[in-house]
């Protein structure tokens, strides 16, 4: 899946995860899509939370290699 911005939360625990995606997000344009990578298995439930939060799409959740992928498309 194509993205406009990549941010590697790999080694960090929550919050972090979160927070490094919402400073990611912010210089995205509306539609545009952001990959989050984390190794913090919380990440699935507090991602799922943020995104609808902030009327961001989750479009897919991976795991690759050890850690997870989020795909989010940025909401108005």
Not at 37 to 63: A, M, P, Y
């Amino acid at each position: 899946m194509e993205f406009q911005a990549l941010v590697d939360a790999k080694g960090l625990a929550c919050p972090m995860p979160v927070v490094k995606a919402k400073k990611g997000i912010e210089g995205l344009e509306t539609g545009e899509i952001l990959l989050l990578e984390t190794t913090d298995r919380g990440s699935l439930k507090d991602f799922q939370g943020w995104v609808k939060r902030t009327n961001h799409e989750l479009l897919k959740v991976e795991e690759h290699e050890g850690f997870f992928r989020f795909y989010v498309k940025k909401g108005e």
